[in-house]
């Protein structure tokens, strides 16, 4: 079946240093892939996205990396700031879906240090 | 310019009841997606809706179902609630129908005792 996991549950890390979130997934036929960033009390929000004829995508303060080969994608946030704390979310859809039916995997809650 | 919006913000209803969920998408799109996300679990796909038609459908029984008017809004009804169903139910809009950004809305607290 279909699924988007991630390694760790939890993640802690220092203002100011890197935070790297990864996600595994298992349908090889998914193509496009997102990460959303969920605040307390509210929706996920879209952060950054990537297909699958890339490998990388670059945004502001955000990277994504996506390997097929092992399927695994990551998150990498520069400079960690207390605004980044939230959950974090990686999705994915595949062409095979008829609708819009991202799958969602359980999420990485993300805590800054000070 | 709005953002996806839905209410109520909170609810509380009690087993065997029924409730209506609503959303307003984005100015310009046509495409209104409902998840269920459960408290410590990603959302869960429910339903698509495109054009007013039903494009996709998740793994929920049959006491949920949606519609989309002529203004794409949309509304979730849910039957015979459990107190399984306690969620955050999400509204997602876009503007196509697969492999497109989903802009969600802050979500309907649903609370079944």
């Known amino acids: 079946g279909e699924s988007v996991g991630l390694h760790l549950p939890t993640l802690s890390v220092q203002e100011g240093d890197n935070s790297i979130i990864n996600c595994a997934y298992s349908?090889?036929?998914?193509?496009?892939f997102i990460w959303y960033k969920q605040e307390s009390g509210k929706g996920p929000q879209f952060i950054i996205d990537?297909?699958?004829?890339?490998d990388k995508r670059q945004g502001q303060r955000v990277t994504v990396l996506l390997n097929k080969t092992v399927k695994h994608l990551s998150l990498q946030i520069a400079a960690t700031q207390p605004g980044d704390s939230a959950v974090y979310f990686c999705?994915?859809?595949?062409?095979?879906?008829?609708?819009?039916?991202?799958?969602f995997g359980s999420g990485t809650r993300l805590s800054i240090r000070p | 310019d709005a953002g996806v919006t839905q209410s109520p913000t909170h609810l509380i209803k009690t087993r065997g009841q029924h409730v209506t969920l609503r959303c307003s998408p984005i100015?310009?799109?046509?495409?209104v997606s409902w998840y269920q996300q459960v408290l410590g679990q990603g959302p869960q796909f429910i339903f698509q809706?495109?054009?007013?038609?039903?494009?996709g459908r998740g793994n929920f029984p049959d006491r949920f179902s949606a519609r989309q008017f002529p203004n794409y809004s949309s509304e979730l009804n849910v039957n015979a609630l459990l107190l399984g169903d306690s969620a955050l139910y999400l509204c997602?809009?876009?503007?196509?129908?697969?492999?497109?950004?989903?802009?969600f809305g802050s979500g309907t607290q649903l609370s079944v005792l």
């Open positions: 997602a809009s876009s503007s196509g129908t697969a492999g497109e950004k989903l802009f």
């Open positions: 349908n090889s036929a998914s193509d496009y």
């Open positions: 990537i297909r699958s004829n890339m």
């Open positions: 999705a994915e859809t595949s062409p095979y879906s008829s609708a819009s039916k991202i799958i």
């Open positions: 100015s310009g799109h046509k495409s």
């Open positions: 809706y495109y054009e007013k038609e039903e494009r």
